[in-house]
């Protein structure tokens, strides 16, 4: 496996997604406080969320871990398969993206 200089590794990542987190922080900043009482009757809607984020988030440390451990030994097929079982879920129907576009029509 291919170690990567860190810093360079997350200086391309932060280059490459800048436009797409500022307009999705700033989706997610407009549209926060409307899963809240009083606009909501419970948190819950804002606890469900936080979900996909919190998947999103665990991957990439159990993913960072398993590259850590000198002991687990995971081909490039292996971790790309996993990766992909796993970008499915979230990509399914393109729902994400339809939930954070401000032009869509909720039903």
């Known amino acids: 496996m291919a170690v990567l200089a860190s810093s360079n590794l997350s200086d391309e990542i932060n280059r490459a997604t800048r436009s797409q987190h500022i307009e999705l922080n700033r989706l997610l900043i407009n549209r ?3 899963a809240l009482p009083p606009h909501s009757s419970t948190p ?3 606890g469900k969320g936080l979900v996909p984020f919190a998947r999103i988030f665990l991957f990439f440390e159990i993913e960072l871990g398993r590259g850590l451990d ?3 030994e995971d081909d ?3 971790a790309t ?3 992909g079982r796993f970008c499915v879920g ?3 129907g393109d729902f994400l993206g339809r939930s954070l576009d401000p032009t869509t029509t909720r039903q």
């Open 32 to 34: 926060l406080s409307l």
């Open 44 to 46: 819950l809607l804002y």
């Open 70 to 72: 000198e002991e687990h």
């Open 76 to 78: 490039d097929e292996e």
């Open 81 to 83: 398969a996993r990766a």
């Open 90 to 92: 979230l990509l399914h």
